[in-house]
């Protein structure tokens, strides 16, 4: 469908050339753990390499690596690495990432600017993802030691689960280069982050802080500092923080209370909390191993009641073992929408479920399941239509268009064909990694999922 | 659950159920199978003028009342050659100010379409050879109101207290309906089914697991 804001991008980008995209030089995700960083988040991340950082510390995202990326691209060249896109363009007439994010109020203002540059030339990011540690208390199932710290421990001492794969193997880890720097450690990344920030933040229109977990990095504390401190803080800044909420009451307390200056001084433009749950009770339990249910949702609604302008939105990551509660997480979600319903939060509503379907690994994908069980995601999808009002405002509270359809969505593609073999090997895959699981976590799976029973012993036992 | 007066509420599936709503519930009165709408319903506009119980649209077909003591009357748009025709037609039968169980039914091999008030027949029209049920772009239902507020004209608000409303593609015998009321004797043919028990303030739960949600019209 012909969109005229879209259509005229692309003619602009299309002018310099087929691969032109403002992303490259306007948005990066850095994972200054393990020194990589990607432009946009769609290509595979690169090494930072250290000698360039020593000279320039927006390396961090100026690489000598992407800026001969941003030279094919200013010669009409489409870069391999963008493949994501040029899939799409190939193949359809809807309109690709680079489109999109080339629309975006933190690229588009900023094309003549970028047209008229050198390749060579450094770019200060308008939108900034960064991770600066993979510390966290949470070793989710489908995470690994690249982003938590208990994962990394896990393996380094028991070796990667018996998968065809070697899940989260450490030996794998190491031969690929991603070892994690320890937040105990000297990280020249997290050191070239500061000298560059000063000079970064004024021109920050999105600044957002992931991890491991965000509130166990000392780093996060600095920035929130940084914004209270600042005698001309940046007021455009829209500032996101992931956290699983799942830290001692301290650190929420401590999140809340530095929120609560930087908002009511008028510091900022917006503040939203990103956070994580895939199921209900104990199998939202299973899933995010360190998850405390019932804490998490007091941390939930201490956030909302607190920070009256706040908005929270749930990352769930739909996978093998959500079906079975995400009814009563749904429920879960509406109800405190309702009981926190105000007319000043900055997204409209004061919680939001971003259901997403897990694709790696893929022993945990909803897919596995058999076609019976997959009627459960559907019916997932009619409970969050029950819950719907057609209408996105303040004043009328309920599941939007957005989150019903994500969910029917995730029905559809997961009755999209499977090579019967790969299905085959990731089905036994599953079985191997929660036995494993049980026996390193002293977790029960079988009590814990009985709706599973019958699919787990038809893929152990049967041949 | 009580209609407010001024307050309609809307069966449109398509319209806010993305695509997971099955069974195309407007259309199923626009002639193509047979049907029955029923419903328990306790009148609680008191009023001479008229007021409209239900109505489908955009091509109007819908039950108003009149009078005092609640007379019906049906109102038809009708296809006939080609050409719009209207049809109106009165009875001497009062819904008075208690529950009574309404039915609107449509027999597609005898081209009647009758209205009953419990088990007594209250207006029957066969249709003529040359005339249609009229067809239109996603038909919809409205409860309580002949039209959209916003549009401000042949709204004729009607307040009323509502337990039970059951939408067939079969055209339902007076025992049958009793039965789907009192023990929600479901078959393949009900495609939204009401009890009201389960309802948020927007949407009222469709017992018939088919997702035609009735919901409130918000601005």
Known sequence: MQNNIFEETKKNLDSVGCGFCLAKWTQVTMHLQTGLNHSCHHPTAHKIPIAEIQRNPSAL????????????????????????????????????????????????????????????????????????????????????????????????????????????????????????????????????????????YSDLNTFRITGGEPLLSKDTWKVL?????????????????????????ELVDKLIEKLDRIISEDRIKEVIIFTSVDAYGEQAEYIRNGLDFNKFWDNV?????KLPKVTITIMSTYNILSPFSYNKLIEKVWETKKEHQNLERYWQHPILLDTSYLRFPQHQSVKLLFDKQKELILDNAKTALYLGVPIFTNTHMGMTEVETEKIKRIYDWSLSKTDVNILKTNRKDFVKFVDEHDKRRGTNFLKTFPELEEFYKKIKYDN | MIIKEGEPWLLWPSMVSYGINTGEIGKTFEGDTDFTLSMNIKILTKSSEKRTVFAKLPNYMGLDIEKENNNLMLILNLNKNGETEWKYLFSETELGYDFNLLSFRYSKINRILDIMVNDISAIEYKLED??????????????????????????NYCSYELDFLMISKEYKSYNQIYNIKEIEDLDNSIIGLYNFKKHTDYKVFDISNNCNFLHKIIY
């Open chain 1, 61 to 200: 995202h100026n690489t000598k690596f992407k800026k001969y990326k941003r030279k094919e691209m200013l010669d009409g060249k489409r870069p391999e690495e963008c493949d994501y896109c040029w899939n799409i363009e190939d193949n359809s007439d809807n309109y690709s990432d680079r489109i999109y994010k080339s629309s975006e109020p933190w690229s588009k203002p900023h094309l003549d600017e970028i047209i008229q540059s050198d390749w060579r030339a450094d770019f200060n990011p308008r939108y900034v993802e960064v991770s600066f540690s993979n510390t966290c208390n949470f070793k989710c199932s489908y995470c690994g030691p690249e982003y938590s710290s208990q994962w990394l421990q896990e393996v380094k001492q028991l070796g990667g689960y018996p998968t065809t794969d070697s899940f989260n193997s450490y030996g794998k880890l190491i031969e690929k280069n991603r070892l994690p720097i320890l937040q105990s450690e000297y990280n020249p990344f997290v050191e070239a982050f500061w000298k560059w920030w000063p000079e970064l």
């Open chain 1, 225 to 249: 500092d940084y914004i209270l401190e600042h005698p001309n803080p940046n007021k455009e800044l829209k500032l996101a923080i992931n956290s699983n909420l799942g830290v001692t009451d």
């Open chain 1, 301 to 305: 609604n201490k956030v909302l009641y």
């Open chain 2, 130 to 155: 040359d005339e249609e049920l009229s067809v239109g772009y996603e038909p919809h239902i409205l409860f309580g109101g002949g039209n959209f507020p916003h549009n401000g004209f042949n709204l």
